[in-house]
């Protein structure tokens, strides 16, 4: 049922995608906070998480933020790949909705 690490084989859940790259997480908290409005970089998004670049590159984290919906990407003929958020998004409004469930629940044990 399980393989090395606690993850089902074959899982595709939305869980078993954030925990299959290592800082997806790191990436989601700093895309909450991110103008919607704006566009960025993989270098610009890697500081503003403070994750080095070569892990979401090597990982693949934000192709598969792109998959699951958080981040949309920009690409242009002879231009460096742009990604913005994806704030219309389910996953990004679930993701919003679990950063201030989570919040409101720590200021509630305090």
Known sequence: MFEEGGQRAGSDTGWAHISNHDKAATVI????RLDADETYTKTALSEAA????KTL???????ELVTVGLLEKHEAEGKETLFSVDDGSAAFEA??????AAATSEEADS
């Open 50 to 53: 403070g994750v080095p670049l």
């Open 29 to 32: 908290d700093t895309i909450l």
């Open 95 to 100: 993701a919003k909705a679990f950063d201030t």
């Open 57 to 63: 590159y090597l990982d693949g984290t934000l192709e």
